[in-house]
């Protein structure tokens, strides 16, 4: 008597579908903003960062594993592009008291609250790795583990920064003298749901370019 046929395994690393896919990726738009923000110090800047990295996120999608943190994986294609740039002097460097997103940290009934914006002025007073850092465990609620994978440095180092980062900032806060004046920072939504519309229409015409 022959035996029934074994039930196909699961395939624990199946590619999302592009909709499943899109769906992550728009959730991390406002995280890639903040993170580009607080690279590049300029909401431009920021924005041309974030669509970037969502052009080439939608590109190589069939590389992303189900169930693995689509912020991680982001967050590393935006600090390679950004460093990319930096090499070739797109960025200068030009800071903005506006590079945390207040969608990371506090709701939106704060957003016109000034000590919401002394913080944000607090936080470019940081050195850079130290303010990456911060972002990234403390506003971007990564782990140690994955802000460390995202910087490509040690755990330990991770932990070093973060922790410095954080009695700096607290020393900032309580002497209230900032290099930066105060200003409103810009909406997190601004003009970012069209980025989502145009990923194919942008990957489309570049890998069109590069045939």
């Given amino acids: 008597m022959a035996r029934p046929a074994a039930a196909p395994r699961p395939q624990e690393n199946e590619s999302l579908s592009d909709g499943e896919f899109k769906a992550l990726l728009a959730g991390v738009i406002p995280h890639l903003r903040a993170y580009g923000r607080s690279l590049s110090g300029n909401p431009d800047l920021a924005d041309d960062l974030t669509q970037d990295t969502m052009v080439k996120a939608w ?24 460093l ?7 960025f200068h460097g030009e800071y903005d008291e506006t590079t945390v997103e207040r969608t990371l940290s506090t709701p939106a009934s704060q957003e016109d609250s000034g000590e919401m914006a002394d913080l944000q002025r ?3 007073e940081l050195p850079q790795d130290q303010r990456e850092a911060l972002i990234l465990v403390g506003a971007g609620g990564l782990s140690y583990e ?23 900032l607290e020393e900032i806060m309580d002497r209230g003298q900032f290099s930066q004046r105060r200003s409103d920072a810009v909406p997190a939504s ?4 069209a980025i989502m519309d145009s990923v194919e229409e942008i990957t489309a015409r570049r890998e069109a370019a590069n045939r």
Avoid: H, P
């Avoid at 999608?61 to 935006?78: C, D, P, Y």
């Avoid at 601004?190 to 749901?193: G, K, L």
């Fill in 59 to 82: 590109a190589s999608r069939a590389r992303f594993e189900r169930g693995t943190s689509i912020k991680a994986w982001t967050f590393v294609i935006l600090r390679n592009t950004f």
């Fill in 84 to 90: 990319s740039q930096m090499r070739r002097n797109k």
């Fill in 122 to 124: 607090a936080l470019m």
């Fill in 146 to 168: 994955e802000a460390a994978q995202i910087c490509d440095c040690a755990l330990g180092t991770m932990k070093s920064r973060v922790s410095r980062a954080r009695t700096a």
């Fill in 190 to 193: 601004e003009a970012m749901d």
